[in-house]
């Protein structure tokens, strides 16, 4: 058993500790969030690069990618036939759903979906959540450059194959 009020006294040399001490909060929205380049706000897709391949919207755990297209005929110079290709139609996030996991972007293989750290998109209708091509490609101007390659890191695969001597080469010059 302690001494009468000794709790109190406890909760206010507490108090006076909290309220001494410098606050951490930051005064958002004054001061707006000092957030790595990385972070996952929003996702913004490069249209260009969609191959429509279908990829991240079968990988997404969501299914909150929508994706629609119709097939093209692209003449080929010295083909006998045209070939067949994919036209974007529609492509949108729903991110009223989307768990912001990233998997869509791991396994897009044309770089058409990136990161960007954006975050202020609340919407006052969840419906408004979701974001069609036009604005997803908006979102690639805030999409911060990659970062710089680490000079002591060993060199990318594709670089060290383009210093390989092709295959039948002669060995130097001399
Ligand atoms: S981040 Fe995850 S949940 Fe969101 S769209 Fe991409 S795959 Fe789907
Ligand atoms: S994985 Fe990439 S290229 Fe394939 S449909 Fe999705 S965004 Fe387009």
Same mark, same amino acid.
């Given at each position: 058993?302690?001494?009468?009020?000794?709790?109190?006294?406890?909760?206010? &040399?507490?108090?006076? /500790?909290?309220?001494?001490?410098?606050?951490?909060?930051?005064?958002?929205?004054?001061?707006? @969030?000092?957030?790595?380049?990385?972070?996952?706000?929003? +996702?913004?897709?490069?249209?260009? *690069?969609?191959?429509?391949?279908?990829?991240?919207?079968?990988?997404?755990?969501?299914?909150?990618?929508? +994706?629609?297209? =119709?097939?093209?005929?692209?003449?080929?110079?010295?083909?006998? /036939?045209?070939?067949?290709? *994919?036209?974007?139609?529609?492509?949108?996030?729903?991110?009223?759903?989307?768990?912001?996991?990233? +998997?869509? +972007?791991?396994?897009?293989?044309?770089?058409?979906?990136?990161?960007?750290?954006?975050?202020?998109?609340?919407?006052?209708?969840?419906?408004?959540?979701?974001?069609?091509?036009? /604005?997803?490609?908006?979102?690639?101007?805030?999409?911060? @450059?990659?970062?710089? =390659?680490?000079?002591?890191?060993?060199?990318?695969?594709?670089? &060290?194959?383009? /210093?390989?001597?092709?295959?039948?080469?002669?060995?130097?010059? &001399?």
């Amino acid at each position: 058993m302690g001494l009468p009020g000794e709790g109190v006294l406890q909760g206010l &040399a507490v108090t006076a /500790r909290t309220m001494t001490r410098r606050a951490d909060t930051r005064q958002y929205p004054d001061v707006p @969030p000092d957030l790595p380049p990385r972070s996952r706000g929003v +996702i913004a897709l490069r249209e260009e *690069n969609c191959t429509v391949c279908m990829l991240c919207a079968r990988e997404c755990p969501d299914w909150c990618i929508y +994706i629609e297209s =119709h097939k093209e005929e692209v003449a080929v110079p010295g083909a006998a /036939r045209p070939r067949q290709q *994919n036209a974007l139609d529609r492509f949108a996030i729903d991110f009223s759903l989307c768990m912001y996991c990233g +998997i869509c +972007i791991e396994v897009c293989p044309f770089d058409a979906l990136f990161w960007s750290p954006e975050f202020e998109y609340a919407e006052y209708d969840l419906r408004d959540l979701l974001h069609e091509q036009g /604005r997803l490609g908006e979102w690639m101007a805030t999409v911060p @450059p990659p970062p710089a =390659h680490d000079p002591r890191g060993e060199p990318a695969k594709e670089e &060290a194959a383009a /210093r390989r001597p092709a295959p039948g080469a002669a060995g130097g010059g &001399a």
